[in-house]
Antibody, heavy 116, light 112 residues
Framework: EVQVVESGGGLVQPGGSLRLSCAVS????????MSWVRQAPGKGLEWVAN????????HYVDSVRGRFTISRDNAVHSMFLQMNSLRADDTAVYYCARGGWPPDFWGQGTLVTVSS | DIVMTQSPDSLAVSLGERATINCKSS????????????LAWSQQKPGQPPKLLIY???TRASGVPDRFSGSGSGTDFTLTISSLQAEDVAVYYCHQYYSAPLIFGGGTKVEI
């Protein structure tokens, strides 16, 4: 059974940092692109970033480029999203998803709230 | 960036009736190298994460009922639910994966 579990969300002040983690099981992680997709409260889906199998190719949406860094550790079947210089408009549920083109299986998400 | 425009924003359909959702991309998502449309549809039920329904514009993902079908090519696409069931109440998103950034449409809310 495919499982994707996000963690690391929470309340952070504007300008602060947070690191999200995504632990997976039930599929060959090292052979899979992975993605982060977010959803602001009451809004639609927004793709954030994806990363290829060995971490050598990464893509970002313009609004997070330079502030967020996607990474992965195939040895522990995990993906990460380091989020710096957080802004109020980064407030959202962040979903980890298997696949990059397109994402094809999402976790339950972790809520990130940026507020003072 | 490719812009994805969905219509309508919402629709109400009777049980057993057909639901049709349209999606238009600002540029073609058809690859000339493999003749595939890089267009997917996902479903998000209330309080749940999204679920992939359709990829390559018309290929159903594993386990998706055959009442869901996708069609179209180039810039114009359609998701059809042939006979709406109560469990199909959800928001449906088209999204292109032809190039980064991947872009989702604004969503279409389907109600009974």
């Amino acid at each position: 059974e495919v499982q994707v579990v996000e963690s690391g969300g929470g309340l952070v002040q504007p300008g602060g940092s947070l690191r999200l983690s995504c632990a997976v099981s039930g599929f060959t992680f090292g052979s899979s692109w992975m993605s982060w997709v977010r959803q602001a409260p009451g809004k639609g889906l927004e793709w954030v970033a994806n990363i290829n199998q060995d971490g050598g190719e990464k893509h970002y949406v313009d609004s997070v480029r330079g502030r967020f860094t996607i990474s992965r550790d195939n040895a522990v079947h995990s993906m990460f999203l380091q989020m710096n210089s957080l802004r109020a408009d980064d407030t959202a549920v962040y979903y980890c998803a298997r696949g990059g083109w397109p994402p094809d299986f999402w976790g339950q998400g972790t809520l990130v709230t940026v507020s003072s | 960036d490719i812009v994805m425009t969905q219509s309508p924003d919402s629709l109400a359909v009777s049980l057993g009736e057909r639901a049709t959702i349209n999606c238009k991309s600002s540029q073609s998502v058809l690859s000339t190298s493999n003749n595939k449309n890089y267009l997917a549809w996902s479903q998000q039920k209330p309080g749940q994460p999204p679920k992939l329904l359709i990829y390559w514009a018309s290929t159903r993902a594993s386990g998706v009922p055959d009442r869901f079908s996708g069609s179209g090519s180039g810039t114009d696409f359609t998701l059809t639910i042939s006979s709406l069931q109560a469990e199909d109440v959800a928001v449906y998103y088209c999204h292109q994966y032809y190039s980064a950034p991947l872009i989702f449409g604004g969503g279409t809310k389907v109600e009974i």
